[in-house]
């Protein structure tokens, strides 16, 4: 064999994932309904689903772990993870993690408010004196995080900052509206609490895998055939199947007053 073939043929299976030689490629991921999460002991929602039919077009088995958020990325950077779902870019992370070409989805940032104590909100001196709920583990714009105008207090978890709006122990909360809008009719909160329309920023969610772990070539493959699959019948009726109530919000909401900060990051690269 040629010099020149031979060395093609060794950077090929140095490109392979684990999971293509054999093994289960192993995912972690925290809950983050309607994106990834579990119902009745079965994993459901619009990022795992997605992800789940470009692995199987791929031939590639998955292991998956739903865990907390810090437990991912802690996971991933001793080795003990090959990937991980719903994750925001960060150029922190590029040295660590590999982004497929083409996104999951796009998450958009707002604040839910107690229909009893609203607050309007446009920019970030609307917020002086209050306190924001936030989720642990999560990475915030420096805007946000450094404020000195308002506190954060964060929460263990989504469900808790919502039950914490509603008894008044906080002011306002921040999360993704898809997210928001699917925890106020799990916890049967419609009538308690509403969304503030305005968008605070705006940011895609990826599947990444861990750098140095010969995952260079199924990242690549991964991105290709989720693109494809975005193209088709079959992804728009997923899509619609998981919109709900935040496609009539998202008609409601306005523009960012500056849509490129990003005011909450699942501390990516490791959500």
């Not at 925001?88 to 604040?111: A, G, I, K, M």
């Not at 494809?228 to 109530?245: C, D, T, W």
């Amino acid at each position: 064999m040629p010099l020149i073939a031979q060395l093609l043929t060794v950077l090929l299976f140095s490109c392979l994932s684990v999971a293509a030689r054999g093994e289960k490629l192993r995912i972690v991921t925290e809950p983050w309904a309607p994106y990834v999460y579990e119902e009745n002991g079965q994993a459901r929602g619009l990022d795992y689903e997605t992800t789940a039919i470009v692995f199987q077009r791929l031939g590639i088995e998955v292991e998956w772990q739903f865990l907390p958020w810090k437990r991912c990325l802690a996971m991933l950077e001793q080795g003990q993870a090959d990937g991980v779902l719903d994750i925001f870019h960060s150029n922190e992370r590029d040295s660590t993690l590999l982004y497929p070409s083409e996104p999951l989805s796009q998450v958009d940032f707002v604040l839910f408010y107690a229909n009893e104590r609203p607050h309007l909100f446009r920019t970030l001196e609307d917020l002086r004196g209050l306190t924001v709920g936030t989720s642990p583990g999560y990475l915030y714009s420096q805007d946000f995080s450094e404020s000195p105008l308002f506190q954060r207090e964060p929460a263990p978890s989504h469900e808790a900052n919502f039950g914490k709006l509603v008894r008044g122990r906080i002011d306002l909360l921040i999360t993704d509206r898809r997210v928001g809008q699917y925890l106020l009719n799990e916890l049967k909160l419609r009538d308690q609490i509403s969304e503030n329309p305005t968008v605070i920023s705006s940011n895609s969610q990826f599947l990444a895998l861990r750098r140095n772990a010969g995952m260079d070539l199924l990242v690549q493959r991964f991105g290709a055939e989720l693109k494809r699959f975005k193209r088709e019948p079959g992804y728009a009726a997923l899509s619609a199947q998981y919109a709900g109530n935040e496609t009539i919000a998202a008609q409601q909401a306005t523009p960012s007053t500056n849509p490129k900060k990003t005011v909450e990051q699942q501390e990516s690269s490791a959500q």
